[in-house]
Structures are given as C-alpha cells and as structure tokens.
C-alpha cells in the first residue's frame, strides 16, 4: 500500500503534463513530415551551462514522445558517469504526519475529491458547447464515459489527454529519468532532486476542503480538448524533432506554458492556501535555481534533466542563469552570452 501522501500527490498533479511546457510548431516546422520515429534514436543534443572550469550539461526533456522510440543513451550515460552530481527538475512533494491506518482510513474520502463537489455531472458544470465538443471526443477515444461523467473537468481532460496520445502513436513517459537514475546509482553519483514541502498538518482537513471546493478547471479542459482536436499532429512533429535530436526543429517552435492553466485551477484555489499550496511554481523554481548555482560553483562537472522549454523560453531556467551571469551554450553554438565570472 503506497502512503496517503503519495496518494494524494498522484491525484493532485494528475491534470498536469510531464513536460512543464507546450509548445506550438512554427510555419517552418510545419514542414517535416508528420510520420511515426521508432526504434534507436540519439534524443536531443545537450545543453552547456558553465562557471569557470566548473560546467552544468543539461538534457531538455519533452512529453509526449514517440511510443515506439528506444533512446540511444550512451553519450549520456557517459557524462553522468563523468559527473559529481545529477541534478533533476524541482519536484513538489505532500508531506503528512498521518501513521499507517489513518491513511487508510482517509482513502475514500480521497478517491472521493476526484469527483465534482455536490455530485454534479459534466453536463451540469461545462458550458453547452464545451460538453457538447467532450461528446464528440469521448465517441471517439472511450468505449464509455460512464465512469467520468461526475469526475471534475480536470480529471476528465487527463484521461483523454492520454487517450489521444495512445491513439496518435505517443506515449507521455520519455523514460530520460528512469534511465538517468540507473545509470547513476550504478555509477555511485548523487542524484539531487529539489524539492518544495507542503507539509499538510490537518490532511484530513485538507482533502474535506478540497472535495467542496469548486475549482476554476473549465479554461483547463477547454484547452485541454482543444490539444487533441487540432494540435495532435503539431505534438507528433514536436516529439520526432525531440527523438532524432533535431535541435534546429526544436529551437523554431514557440514554447509557451503548457500547464500553467490546469495548475492555477488545481491549487488556486484560495481556501487551499492555508494548507500551504502558495506560490508553488515559483518556489519550485527558487528552488532549482539555488541548487543549480550550488553545482556550479561547487562541481567540476553536474549532469541535469530539465524540460525543454526552460532552456529555450525567455523566462526559463537558463535564461535566469543567463542573467545571473553564467555562460549558457545550446547545441550548436559557441557561446550563447560573453559571460565572464559569475556571482
């Protein structure tokens, strides 16, 4: 039996991509062929983020990617062997005091949040038009709905989410960190992962006030249904580039923010602040961001994992070591700033 807490973070984060971005393909990379990558692939060139001697080699990940790619890891796995530290995306992590059979006892108040305060069913919380294009999806990607039909938008837009991904030839899993933790376990290098703790003293409480809240997750599931009716085709594009290391197809597509809508419906909530979920995003990247600076000056070599649109985004990761002073270089070039020393 898994504890409550990791329960809980699994319903809480279940609306929310792998990747912490979508992107949309530009006019020009609407070009390559939309066709399925499969078997042996190297997967995208790595990123140098440098202080001094001591240097930063990041891999950007993607979700979804093609379902039947196998990533060619060697290169890879030679740098994280190479490595002091492996440094992986900030993570947010549910933390309870509860002992063993409270959780247990708590488990069907928490399958209980999944579904719509008042046992309202989807036709009754989405608009006419937005439950009227869920109708025309839900033919096509499940055999039933009976089963979601009182779920809330944002549970509801996962499952088809996934659904269609299926049905597309992409699969949400790239598998990059299972493999960069074998491969550093096996090599005896740390792996750190950032982390910011909610610590939940009242859980009970917590899933109570959860289970009547409304959340604002209609924008959420509208966008999430607008994905799989128009930008399935601009996913497959995106996840080949991502497979065979075209890193020029990835540089012309525009990032935006993937999740940020379904995230704010999920924790904006704010009768949940006062159970600690405040400003997670940006703690998260506090976070990162410290532990990064800490490798750098402290490492003559750290292997990280980050989504791919914190390294391409103005408002990313990268670019905020970038002003910080660091040198950062993308795939292909020299030196993307004239950095010197940094802070």
Known sequence: MR????WLGALLIAAIAATAVAQEASAATQQMDVVEVSGLQPGPSLWRISHGDNEMWVLGTLSPVPKRMQWDAADVESIIRE?????????????????????????????AIRKNPGKETLQEVLPDELYARWQTLSKRYFRSTRGLEKRRPIFVAQELYEQALGDAGLRSDNGVIARTMKVAKKAGVPVESPKVVVDVKDMKGLLAEFARTSLDDVACF???MTYVEH??????????????????ALRAMTFTDSYDTCLRSLFGAPSL?????????ERARDEWLQAAETALKSHRMTFSVLPMGQLLIDDGYAAELRKRGYTVEAPGEESAI??????
């Open 222 to 224: 509208d966008k999430t």
């Open 3 to 6: 504890s409550m807490t990791t």
């Open 231 to 248: 930008d399935l085709d601009t996913m497959r594009l995106r996840a080949n580039a991502w497979a065979i290391g075209d890193a020029e």
């Open 83 to 111: 490595s002091q530290l492996v440094l992986l995306s900030p993570t947010i992590n549910v933390k309870s005091e509860l002992g063993f059979f409270a959780q247990i006892a708590l488990v069907p108040k928490l399958f």
């Open 338 to 343: 004239d950095a010197t020393t940094a802070p």
């Open 273 to 281: 602040s006062k159970f600690g979920f405040v400003n997670l995003r």
